[in-house]
């Protein structure tokens, strides 16, 4: 059991303790029940301090757990910047009376299935928002995040289908893929397509490997600090003996991408026209559409898991994990109860990632080349790609750490 003034002494001697900010925020999000039972609770000392509850909640709604938590972070972001301008968020702003707000309090816990669903901020909260100077870019960004959450508590979500192609895509593609899509001016555009060209050649390769060669992780490797062309042509040799994907190099090849890349990112000045390169933006788009076309067996075809607990169940291996699909950040979860023992599948290590078919029945082990590990420079958990021996890059970010990474 957490008591509420217990809990926040504590968060206030880890902030001093550890010199935090006081700009930054600290929430304990805790499986562990509080004193008056409440989904998430702020300090009343320090509105950026806090605890959310992370217990079972399908009772309340078909959402899963990080839909509920991410509501709840985004709820004390705001709650802390009413605060700091001296604007009580229960006397003022919170809803007693549930109506579909993202300020509704769920004094009923069954009634937070109504606001998820809706993900909605009533006319009275967005006018209050205003007035009090919270910027028109944090509340698209919660609008943003709570229509991504919507989705998840629809009991039709099974039958939409993505918006974006790429949603259902593994998610390094589907992130670098993402952010070209969301670039401003071509300049920005060329560097995300270059950088999506890259994730794509890179993954591909790796999954090729491992899916037609079946190779162990020993077996397969990557030559200290790769450049862009070596990929290529590891793609290209992959690729060359796979039935129907073997003009992928022909296309990765073609009006010499990797010079491009050389020229305007690697060693080359960049043009002080942020509008200058429109021209490379359509060469990039076409070549990268082709070979998304060309490798949609694997696209389709296969999805990254990263299984965290199995466990035995009614006589049969029960995996549950995360599922690495789309360009979101917040990976969903995924269950699946194995029919044979996980060995004869090929599901051997638990938080490694693997490339699974389908129908869930053959499951390769990415480890060490894909990982889900803490990122050194941000102190984030992220999924890290090889770039050679122990160095990844932070496929969210673009951070370049070095990570000891065993091969087991």
């Known amino acids: 059991m957490i008591y509420w003034e217990p809990a ?48 079972d909640f399908s009772w309340v709604t078909t959402a899963p757990n990080w839909a509920i938590i991410s509501h709840y972070i985004l709820k004390g972001v705001v709650f802390s910047l009413l605060a700091e301008q001296n604007v009580d968020w229960f006397k003022e702003v919170g809803h007693m009376s549930p109506r579909g707000c993202f300020n509704d309090f769920f004094a009923n816990k069954s009634d937070m299935g ?35 959450v919507r989705l998840t508590a629809l009991s039709t979500t099974p039958y939409l289908k993505p918006t974006n192609e790429f949603e259902s895509w593994p998610f390094p593609i589907a992130f670098t893929r993402h ?44 030559v200290e600090r790769p450049t862009l062309g070596w990929w290529v042509e590891q793609f290209g040799r992959s690729f060359k003996k796979t039935p129907n994907l073997g003009n992928a190099l022909s296309l990765a090849e073609q009006g010499d991408v990797v010079a491009l890349r050389n020229e305007r990112r690697g060693h080359g000045w960049m043009h002080f026209s942020e509008n200058a390169y429109e021209k490379e933006c359509r060469f990039l788009e076409e070549i990268l559409l082709r070979m998304e076309s060309t490798l949609a067996p694997i696209l389709h075809g296969y999805t990254l898991l990263n299984p965290l607990k199995l466990k035995m169940q009614d006589g049969h291996y029960l995996v549950e994990g995360e599922n690495l699909v789309g360009s979101h950040i917040l990976h969903p979860p995924f269950s699946h109860r194995f029919k044979k023992e996980p060995k004869m599948h090929g599901m051997e290590n638990t938080e490694h990632i693997h490339l699974v078919d389908i129908s869930r029945e053959s499951w390769h082990d990415m480890h060490p080349h894909l990982i889900s590990a803490n990122c050194p420079k941000c102190n984030h958990q992220r999924i890290l790609i090889t770039d050679g021996s ?12 070095t990570i000891k990474c065993d091969c087991g």
């Open 179 to 222: 952010k070209a899509t969301q670039a401003t001016n071509s300049a920005s555009k060329m560097l995300f397509l270059l950088d999506h060209f890259d994730s794509l050649v890179r993954f591909s390769f790796l999954a090729n490997e491992m899916i037609q060669n079946g190779k162990s992780k020993k077996q397969l490797k990557i």
């Open 8 to 55: 926040f002494a504590a968060l206030e001697k880890i902030a001093e303790t550890q010199k935090i900010p006081e700009s930054q925020y600290l929430v304990v999000l805790t499986k562990a029940p509080n004193e008056n039972n409440w989904f998430a609770v702020p300090s009343q000392t320090n509105s950026r301090f806090g605890f959310i509850h992370v217990a």
């Open 390 to 401: 122990n160095r990844y890059i932070d496929i969210q970010v673009g951070h370049r750490v």
């Open 114 to 148: 109504l606001m998820l669903r809706t993900a909605d901020i009533c006319g009275d909260c967005l006018h209050l928002f205003m007035t009090i100077g919270i910027g028109e870019d944090l509340i698209r960004q919660i609008i943003s995040i709570q229509e991504a």
